[in-house]
C-alpha cells in the first residue's frame, strides 16, 4: 500500500508543468532557418499647433532695489496684457529673474559701480499660433523688450507618432518580403522589434516671425514638422 502512495505521488509530480523550465526555452529558442535584421524609419508631416516664446522686461536703475521693482512693476503689465489676450495661468512660466550689477570702467582707475541691471522673463505657450503675433505686440505696448523664440511642436503628438510606427512597421515588413523573394525563400515570423526614436528630427522647419509693412504687426508662420520613428525588426526566412 505504501508503495502504491509514492508511486501515485511521483506520477502527480511528473504531470505538474514547469514554468522556469519552459520560460527559460523560449528565451533561448533558436532560429530554424535564415535571420534577417531590418531597420526602417517612418514618418508623418503636422502643422504645429503650440508655440513657446520667452519674453521678459529688462529694466536699470541706480539701486538694485528699484532695478528689481521696477522689472517686477513692467512684468505685472505684461501679465496682465496676456490674461486680457486669453493666455492661461497654466501656460505662463517664470523662466528667469537676474539682478548684475553695472561697472564703468576707466584707465589707471579701479572699476565704479553706476547701477544694476534687472531682468524678469517668462516662459509663454500660445496655443492659438494664428493670434500669438498680435499678443507679442500688445505685451510689448505693455513694456516687454525682450522677446526670444518662438519654438513652434505638436501639443499631443502620440497619435501622430503612432501612424509613424505603423509605416515604419510596413516599411519593414515590405523590405523583409523583399529579400525573401530575391532569395527564393518566405517570412516565416517576427523574431523581435524595438523602437528607437519617436522625436522631432532635428534641424526643424524654421518657424518664422515677422512683420507686415500694412499694420506693422508681428506674424508666426507655422510651417510643417516632421515626426520620425525608427523600429528594429528582426525576422526569421525559411
Not at 9 to 34: E, V
Not at 122 to 136: P, Q, S, W, Y
Not at 179 to 191: E, H, T
Not at 207 to 230: C, F, H, W, Y
Request: aromatic share 2%; proline share 5%.
Amino acid at each position: 500500500m505504501r508503495l502504491t502512495l509514492i508511486a501515485a505521488c511521483l506520477a502527480a509530480a511528473a504531470a505538474l508543468p514547469a514554468p522556469a523550465t519552459a520560460q527559460q526555452a523560449n528565451i533561448n529558442q533558436t532560429i530554424a532557418g535564415t535571420r534577417l535584421d531590418i531597420n526602417a524609419s517612418g514618418e508623418v508631416n503636422r502643422v504645429p499647433d503650440l508655440a513657446i516664446i520667452s519674453a521678459g522686461v529688462v529694466t536699470r536703475a541706480t539701486t538694485a532695489r528699484s532695478a528689481l521693482q521696477q522689472a517686477a512693476h513692467k512684468m505685472a503689465r505684461v501679465r496682465a496684457a496676456l490674461a486680457k489676450a486669453g493666455v492661461a495661468d497654466r501656460d505662463i512660466q517664470t523662466s528667469k529673474i537676474n539682478l548684475n550689477p553695472d561697472y564703468a570702467y576707466e584707465n589707471n582707475r579701479p572699476p565704479r559701480l553706476t547701477g544694476y541691471n534687472a531682468s524678469n522673463q517668462v516662459t509663454v505657450k500660445f496655443r492659438d499660433i494664428a493670434n500669438a503675433g498680435e499678443i507679442l505686440d500688445a505685451l510689448v505696448a505693455e513694456g516687454a523688450n525682450s522677446i526670444n523664440g518662438p519654438t513652434l511642436t505638436i501639443d499631443k503628438p502620440q497619435a501622430a507618432l503612432d501612424e509613424a510606427r505603423t509605416r515604419a512597421i510596413a516599411a519593414a515588413r515590405a523590405r523583409a518580403d523583399l529579400y525573401a523573394r530575391s532569395l527564393g525563400m518566405r517570412v516565416v515570423r517576427v523574431v523581435a522589434i524595438s523602437e528607437s526614436g519617436g522625436h522631432f528630427p532635428s534641424p526643424p522647419p524654421m518657424a518664422m516671425m515677422r512683420a507686415e509693412a500694412a499694420d506693422a504687426s508681428t506674424k508666426i508662420d507655422p510651417g510643417e514638422q516632421t515626426l520620425q520613428v525608427n523600429v528594429a525588426m528582426t525576422f526569421e526566412l525559411q
